[in-house]
């Protein structure tokens, strides 16, 4: 007589396979690099432009320095893998944010695309890097 025994299932949480984790540290480090070098950095050495947008807005220099510093974390966080989950999520709503200011202070609703498109990648990178519990 044989037996027959069922094996419990396997509660292991799945990790991104090796094409998808090359794919995402290629995001990870192309869009770090970018927050931190072409995105927050201007805003807070003060680059012109950075700072005609936001007086236009009528934020003032605070808010372009926390927006700087927020994209500078968020881009450093991208880079370090057990924070990537907790800055792809982090900028995900900073460009959530970023969108609703084209789209409604800005009157630029164009301008909403790029923060969207980008909120769903960092909202991807965030639920491919959760931590397995």
Known sequence: MTAITASAPSVTTTRPGRIRNRVLWTLQIVLGLFFVIAS????????????????????????????????????????????????????????VCAAATQAFVMDAPAGAIFPLVLMAVFAWIAYERRPAH
């Open 40 to 95: 927050g950095l201007p805003k807070v050495v003060g680059q012109s432009d950075a700072v005609r947008i936001f007086h236009d807005i009528g934020w003032g220099d605070w808010f372009r320095y926390f927006t700087g510093l927020v994209e500078i974390s968020g881009g450093i966080g991208l880079l370090v893998p057990r924070l990537s989950w907790l800055a792809a999520a982090g900028l995900s709503i900073t460009m």
